[in-house]
């Protein structure tokens, strides 16, 4: 009886500090885990040619987590990690112009959006002051995926939050979609979308 | 046959230019009244432009056989015989479609009154082509 509660209690032990001893890479340097916050937020601008339109995902509504580590040759910062966005959240503030960005991004075929996140150019620096990086992420719209690099700014408050803010310019063309046009064509959607998300994560110790 | 044939393309050449010229400046001039049709309720993939721009052919022969029937029933000068015209076809025919567009359509009481003032327009020029050509 003393044997079975003491592995019990081991095991329990292992299990339990398994999600929080500091995880090591493959080749033994220490990889950092962040952990999303739901209050992370990823909005897309654009216009056409008789407005602006602003499209928010003002809530991240899953747990997941970003890796940060380094290669096996230690030269290069591997930022790993995919957020998978429901096209059904977006908000245009204007629910036609909603449904008519829903539709462009083929919601009814392709109800996900993701972004899996490949690499930092550099190792971030964690300070609350906000640091210039850029990195390469795959971004994944109505099932076709096109890696770009995007311009971040990451800072680390006094709570030790981590914001992580990306910024990219993307077409609808890059991923095979038509920017809608009306009335015979007067009334045109620009190719060029503006896509911004912020990231809150807390690092997993 | 032949006289409603030819002025109904006089009339659909002159509201053709008319119409999407008007509409061209009203979108240039005034785009937030436009805004609205940013709406999968419009198509937008391209499919149907042919046929939207053919509209102003489809008014124009449907008020020439209109005014060849009905034209000994307007009196006056020709201005006011194509006023009266136009006002006549948009109480008949606008004014009702426009009301079953609103209470069946989610477009809001701007777009619907637009589409009317657009339609009562497109009616008095061709009425006013339509006195000219075939009195």
Same mark, same amino acid.
């Given at each position: 009886?003393?044997?079975? !509660?003491?592995?019990?209690?081991?095991?329990?032990? +292992?299990?339990?500090?398994? +999600?929080?001893?500091?995880?090591?890479?493959?080749?033994?340097?220490?990889?950092?885990?962040? *952990?999303?916050?739901?209050?992370?937020?990823?909005?897309?601008?654009?216009?056409?040619?008789? !407005?602006?339109?602003?499209?928010?995902?003002?809530?991240?509504?899953?747990?997941?987590?970003?890796? %940060?580590?380094? !290669?096996?040759?230690?030269?290069?910062?591997?930022?790993?990690?995919?957020?998978?966005?429901? *096209?059904?959240? +977006?908000?245009?503030?204007?629910?036609?112009?909603?449904?008519?960005?829903?539709?462009?991004?083929?919601?009814?075929?392709?109800?996900?959006?993701?972004?899996?996140?490949?690499? %930092?150019?550099?190792?971030p620096v964690l300070t609350t002051q906000p640091e210039a *990086?850029?990195?390469?992420?795959?971004?994944?719209?109505?099932?076709?995926?096109?890696?770009?690099?995007?311009?971040?700014?990451? &800072?680390?408050?006094?709570?030790?939050?981590?914001?992580?803010?990306?910024?990219?310019?993307?077409?609808?063309?890059? +991923?095979?979609?038509?920017?809608?046009?009306?009335?015979?064509?007067?009334?045109? &959607?620009?190719?060029?979308?503006?896509?911004?998300?912020?990231?809150?994560?807390?690092?997993?110790? | 046959?032949?006289?409603?044939?030819?002025?109904?393309?006089?009339?659909?050449?002159?509201?053709?230019?008319?119409?999407?010229?008007?509409?061209?400046?009203?979108?240039?001039?005034?785009?937030?009244?436009?805004?609205?049709?940013?709406?999968?309720l419009f198509n937008s993939d391209g499919s149907r432009d042919?046929?939207?721009?053919?509209? /102003?052919?489809?008014?124009?022969? /449907?008020?020439?056989? #209109?005014?060849?029937? #009905?034209?000994?029933?307007?009196?006056?000068?020709?201005?006011?015989?194509?006023?009266? #015209?136009?006002?006549?076809?948009?109480?008949?025919?606008?004014?009702?479609?426009?009301?079953?567009?609103?209470?069946?359509?989610?477009?809001?009481?701007?777009?619907?009154?637009?589409?009317? #003032?657009?339609?009562?327009?497109?009616?008095?020029? /061709?009425?006013?082509?339509? /006195?000219?050509?075939?009195?």
């Amino acid at each position: 009886m003393n044997y079975k !509660n003491t592995m019990c209690t081991l095991l329990l032990f +292992f299990s339990a500090t398994g +999600f929080i001893l500091p995880v090591q890479s493959g080749n033994g340097i220490p990889l950092k885990k962040w *952990i999303i916050s739901k209050n992370s937020s990823l909005s897309v601008n654009g216009s056409t040619n008789v !407005n602006k339109f602003s499209c928010v995902i003002p809530a991240y509504d899953q747990i997941d987590t970003l890796t %940060l580590g380094k !290669n096996k040759t230690n030269t290069e910062v591997v930022l790993s990690g995919t957020i998978e966005l429901r *096209i059904s959240s +977006f908000d245009c503030h204007n629910s036609g112009m909603t449904k008519q960005l829903r539709k462009t991004l083929d919601e009814k075929q392709h109800p996900v959006l993701r972004i899996r996140f490949l690499s %930092l150019d550099k190792m971030p620096v964690l300070t609350t002051q906000p640091e210039a *990086i850029t990195g390469f992420v795959e971004i994944e719209i109505a099932g076709v995926s096109k890696h770009f690099e995007v311009n971040y700014q990451i &800072t680390k408050n006094d709570q030790k939050d981590i914001h992580l803010l990306g910024s990219r310019d993307i077409n609808f063309s890059d +991923f095979n979609l038509v920017p809608p046009k009306k009335l015979g064509g007067m009334i045109k &959607t620009k190719d060029q979308l503006s896509v911004d998300f912020q990231l809150n994560m807390k690092a997993m110790d | 046959m032949k006289k409603i044939l030819i002025s109904g393309l006089i009339a659909g050449c002159i509201l053709f230019v008319v119409s999407y010229g008007g509409l061209f400046l009203g979108i240039r001039f005034f785009p937030g009244l436009f805004v609205e049709y940013n709406n999968p309720l419009f198509n937008s993939d391209g499919s149907r432009d042919i046929l939207f721009y053919m509209h /102003a052919f489809i008014i124009s022969f /449907a008020l020439s056989w #209109f005014w060849d029937r #009905f034209k000994g029933l307007i009196k006056g000068p020709a201005i006011m015989r194509g006023l009266e #015209f136009g006002f006549v076809y948009s109480i008949i025919a606008l004014l009702p479609v426009m009301w079953i567009s609103f209470s069946s359509l989610d477009i809001t009481v701007l777009t619907v009154t637009s589409w009317f #003032f657009y339609g009562l327009a497109q009616a008095i020029i /061709a009425g006013l082509v339509l /006195a000219k050509v075939n009195p």
